[in-house]
């Protein structure tokens, strides 16, 4: 079977869209930034390098430091396909940051966008 091309797709490629989509709605680089910290356990320091390094989603998860616990109460629709019944584990992470990015673009409170998890990063 043949991996989706997402997998091999920088996420600095995507990360631009992700500010685009963000900043049109009024939201702010630093919000994605959080939204992707909280997921994945990176630092702000530790995405800035994978930004940098060119890091494709597949490795950018497989590294994830601490890959936050509440992300199975992301629920919903992406990309015309329930997040919850994603089986492929990479693909269904790239789907939820894909979910997230989507609440913050459509103005949901960041708490309830970090299912009142909140690490203070």
């Known amino acids: ?16 869209l992700y500010i685009a ?29 994978h930004l940098r390094k060119q890091t494709d989603f597949e490795t950018f998860f ?20 329930r997040v919850e019944d994603i089986k492929e584990p990479t693909m269904r992470e790239i789907r939820y940051l894909d979910k997230l990015i989507d609440e913050l673009a459509r103005g949901k409170a960041m708490d309830k966008i970090l299912r009142g998890n909140d690490p203070g990063l």
């Open 1 to 16: 079977m043949t991996k989706h091309r997402i997998y091999t797709t920088s996420l600095a490629s995507v990360y631009p």
């Open 21 to 49: 989509k963000a900043e049109k709605k009024g939201r702010t680089k630093a919000e994605v930034d959080q939204v992707i910290c909280w997921l994945t356990g990176y630092s702000r320091r530790a995405l800035d390098t």
């Open 62 to 81: 497989a590294k994830a430091p601490a890959i936050n616990p509440s992300r199975a109460l992301i629920k919903g629709v992406v990309c015309g396909v």
